[in-house]
């Protein structure tokens, strides 16, 4: 009985620092990003994957000796490009996550000091939803590298009722106390 308590205790402390460090990285990031695009003001509520971002890392770590008109995932900025997370942590990362199937739903809580909205997506795909805003980004909850020194996220930002959207799947490290964008990683075959 002593020994179940005290698993109990452990696990909720883990999982209470683990919730601190992902709400730290989800505000660096969206302080950072809210300076680049002041015009997303809604986000959708549900989630997205959180696998997506380290799958768009895969992609190009993959094709990272491919010769750039041929790669169709690849990290921003001139090479040569600083690959933080290896084949082998991947793998592990994908392991770990894999049962990660449950959709996260976005609360004002989640946030500090943000100035933009969250509706479901349901809210906004409707006729007229354009009156709430004219432009909106959907998120994924942060995956945490084994060694805590990463976090990927994946970030999706279109125009309400017409859907055009930019995605990148970015790698922060943190820096200072700060999280900050190491590389953000696209699929070029779509943007081209």
């Known amino acids: 009985m002593k020994k179940t308590i005290i698993a109990v205790f452990i696990t909720l402390f883990i999982s209470c620092s683990s919730t601190k ?3 730290e990285i989800i505000n ?12 997303s003001n809604i ?17 190009a770590y993959n094709q990272r000796n491919l010769y750039d008109g041929v790669k169709s995932f690849m990290p921003n900025g001139a090479p040569p490009y600083s690959w933080e997370i290896d084949s082998v942590e991947i793998a592990t990362l994908k392991q770990k996550y894999k049962n990660d199937k449950l959709s996260y739903k976005w609360k004002k809580s989640d946030f500090i000091n943000h100035n933009f909205k969250i509706f479901p997506y349901e809210t906004l795909r409707k006729r007229g939803s354009s009156e709430l805003g004219g ?11 084994l060694d805590q020194k990463h976090a990927f996220l994946f970030y999706r930002s279109f125009a309400i009722e017409i859907g055009f959207s930019t995605e990148k799947a970015i790698l922060l490290k943190k820096v200072n106390g ?5 590389y953000h990683y696209n699929n070029v ?3 081209n």
């Open 21 to 23: 460090v992902e709400k």
């Open 28 to 39: 660096d990031f969206i302080k950072n990003q809210f300076i680049n695009d002041k015009y």
């Open 43 to 59: 986000l959708v509520e549900e989630a997205l994957p959180r696998t997506m971002a380290l799958q768009y890392y895969e992609n």
């Open 135 to 145: 432009y909106g980004f959907y998120m994924s909850q942060p995956l945490i590298t």
């Open 178 to 182: 700060i999280w900050v964008e190491s």
């Open 189 to 191: 075959s779509e943007i």
